[in-house]
């Protein structure tokens, strides 16, 4: 692993589904972050984490939770997919006192 | 919080020619301004940054100025590149733990 791993790639849902998207990082960053990204709206901060067991809410949480058991995951839950959690999904890291962030690849999820 | 504008949405540029991305934030107390360059299902790629501290910064063809009585800040990309092709994403985020805001990126397409 160099960087970020998100997964799945990608996933079709059905809506009232349970899911989770995983990340993991293996630069020891204490920050990290899941942002929604959909077309015209840029990147959207849904959960974020400062440390390993703390989490704080983004711009757009509703519908989301996030744990962060340990330094290297932050999975990020769906509890009951709806259509408008249609999005591609990134997360991201970074250093304390560091501003520059890492992203992954992306899950591109389908809520039908 | 914080609200990032980006102009313009879609930007097309001759080969060799300058291209120009503007972003506006809206808080004062934002000191850390990056831009990141998003290709074709990838995720976002930090490309320069600078701080408020500083008023411009230069990397090879890359460069960013940074005007905090207006509150506003800009990528420049000179002689550019069929590779400079992809979506640029300006963002700001203020002192300490405070989270990046993103603009709404702008679409950039280099006419060969």
């Known amino acids: 692993i160099a960087g970020i791993t998100q997964a799945p790639t990608s996933q079709i849902l059905a809506a009232g589904r349970r899911m989770t998207l995983r990340c993991t990082q293996d630069?020891?960053?204490?920050?990290m972050y899941w942002y929604r990204q959909d077309l015209g709206l840029g990147l959207r901060l849904i959960h974020y984490s400062n440390t390993a067991g703390t989490t704080g809410k983004g711009e757009v949480p509703d519908g989301y939770s996030v744990s962060r058991a340990n330094t290297d995951d932050f999975p990020l839950t769906l509890a009951s997919a709806v259509p408008s959690q249609t999005s591609v999904y990134f997360c991201?890291?970074?250093?304390?006192?560091?501003?520059?962030?890492?992203f992954g690849s992306g899950t591109r999820l389908t809520v039908v | 919080g914080e609200n990032v504008e980006q102009h313009p949405s879609t930007l097309s540029v001759q080969e060799g020619d300058s291209a120009v991305i503007k972003c506006t934030y809206s808080d004062s107390a934002s000191n850390y301004f990056p831009w990141y360059k998003q290709e074709l299902g990838k995720g976002p790629q930090l490309i320069i940054d600078i701080r408020s501290n500083v008023g411009e910064k230069k990397d090879q063809r890359i460069a960013v100025t940074l005007n905090k009585t207006a509150k506003h800040f800009s990528l420049h990309i000179t002689e550019t590149q069929p590779e400079d092709s992809a979506v640029y994403f300006c963002a700001a985020s203020g002192f300490g733990n405070e989270k990046l805001t993103f603009g709404t990126g702008t679409r950039l397409t280099i006419i060969p």
């Open positions: 630069m020891r960053h204490n920050a």
């Open positions: 991201a890291s970074s250093r304390d006192g560091d501003y520059g962030y890492t």
